[in-house]
């Protein structure tokens, strides 16, 4: 249980740093507490998304990860923040990932990133 709720904080982090980042991107409205919660659903989503229809989509996409060496993955990250954005709609959450190519790949870009290096200095519990 603490690893997913490490994950999802992990993302929510790195979706703020993006809205930070990237003058496209935002996340909620009003008051700060609503937007910390805005921040955490959305970080929640793009975390079911990266594990359910992400793998899928990079079955799919194989071919093109092996012709540009890897560098179709931003465009793959930034699928899924417009995939979050749709969800997060549908469900009442304010999130707006940017008209499509380059600010959302820009915050793909920026969210995998920053993902990578906290995920690498903090813990997740599981190495007990």
Known sequence: MRSIVTKVVIN?????????????????SGSVGHRVLSLVVVG??????NTFIKPVVRLF????????LGLISFVVNAFMLKLVEWLSGKIG??????????????????ITFVSLILNLLVPD????
Do not use: C, K, M, N
Request: glycine letters at 10%; hydrophobic letters at 60%.
């Open 93 to 110: 959450i304010t999130f707006d990932a940017g008209p499509f190519f380059w600010s959302t790949i820009g915050a793909a870009v920026v």
């Open 125 to 128: 519990g599981e190495d007990r």
């Open 12 to 28: 929510a982090f790195a979706i703020w740093i993006a809205t930070l980042v990237i003058p496209a991107i935002s996340v909620g």
């Open 44 to 49: 929640a989503l793009f975390g079911l998304i």
């Open 61 to 68: 996409t194989l071919p093109l990860y092996v012709l540009s």
